[in-house]
């Protein structure tokens, strides 16, 4: 199974840890949250899922610079907790929560109250999720997927 996250720009933190469950055991840490303003740590955990369908079938995720926020949790957690290689470019580094604050009819600003880091506590927003295999997709070959190839070539 290859999960392709690349150029995918976000989603929800409760779809990255619904997936997140289908590869884990119940109650393994999969995102930690640290809140900005209060000081204090969030966990999410799997809901162990694991699905006998899923048990030792080989996976791969590709990840690019298009990768963020939800997208990189997931690949965070599948690196972290040694599920699947990670392939492609470095993500973009989108580890935050924001929240948007009305000021007035026409203006709002946004202010990030929260960072997500991995099971490991690697900072998404600081580091990004290096790929544990680095390949670019030559856009000259517009045909071949060079990323997509080697993630078929690492489970197979």
């Known amino acids: 199974m290859v999960i392709d996250l690349r150029n995918n720009p976000g989603g929800y933190l409760n779809s990255a840890v619904e997936l997140g469950s289908w590869f884990t055991p119940a109650g393994q840490i999969l995102v930690r949250e640290e809140s900005e303003r209060t000081d204090t740590e969030r966990l999410y955990?799997?809901?162990?899922?694991?699905?006998?369908?899923l048990n030792n079938k080989p996976v791969a995720v590709l990840v690019?610079?298009?990768?963020?926020?939800?997208?990189?949790?997931?690949?965070?957690?599948?690196?972290?907790?040694?599920?699947?290689?990670?392939?492609?470019?470095?993500?973009?580094?989108?580890?935050?929560?924001?929240?948007?604050?009305?000021?007035?009819?026409?203006?709002a600003l946004k202010v990030t109250v929260a960072r997500w880091f991995t099971p490991n506590s690697r900072s998404i927003s600081e580091d990004g999720i290096t790929p544990d295999v680095e390949i670019k997709d030559d856009y000259e070959t517009r045909l071949t997927d060079e990323q997509l190839d080697r993630a078929i070539a690492e489970i197979l």
Do not use: M
Not at 74 to 98: E, M, N
């Open 64 to 107: 690019n610079q298009g990768s963020a926020s939800a997208s990189e949790i997931v690949a965070g957690i599948f690196q972290d907790l040694d599920i699947a290689p990670i392939i492609g470019d470095k993500t973009f580094g989108k580890g935050s929560v924001q929240e948007l604050i009305p000021l007035d009819n026409d203006t």
């Open 45 to 53: 955990r799997s809901k162990g899922y694991k699905a006998d369908i």
